[in-house]
């Protein structure tokens, strides 16, 4: 089992920035991909970012003039820096982990509670 837990949600205006976090406990060593998702309510969750344990990364090509993707395995602890945020960008944002460096959200068996950004001036 894998516990993951995020913060660094919040509010904040339109251009501002958000830096949120997600340490991952547990048998970890089976989980070495990480991810992040957002997701609006009543649509789907999608994925913004991911993270391996060969520190390969990958952002969605719409984000990746703003949002960076982050691991400190040192402290199992995955971030993603957000900046110039806009209003579309508020979703809660929820953190994943699985074996799989994989945009699809079904291969991640473990996820946290989730983290709401919301953008907004």
């Known amino acids: 089992q894998v516990q993951l837990v995020e913060s660094g949600g919040g509010s904040v205006q339109p251009g501002g920035s958000l830096k949120l976090s997600c340490v991952a406990t547990g048998d970890i060593k089976t989980t070495p991909s990480m991810a992040w998702f957002r997701q609006i309510p009543g649509k789907e969750r999608k994925g913004v970012a991911l993270s391996n344990g060969d520190r390969a990364t990958s952002i969605v090509d719409s984000l990746k003039d703003r949002f960076t993707i982050s691991k400190d395995s040192a402290k199992n602890t995955l971030y993603l820096q957000m900046n110039n945020l806009k209003p579309e960008d508020t979703a809660i944002y929820y953190c994943?982990?699985?074996?799989?460096?994989?945009?699809?959200?079904?291969?991640?068996?473990?996820w946290g509670q989730g983290t709401q950004v919301t953008v907004s001036s």
């Open positions: 994943a982990a699985g074996p799989q460096f994989s945009w699809s959200s079904a291969s991640y068996p473990y």
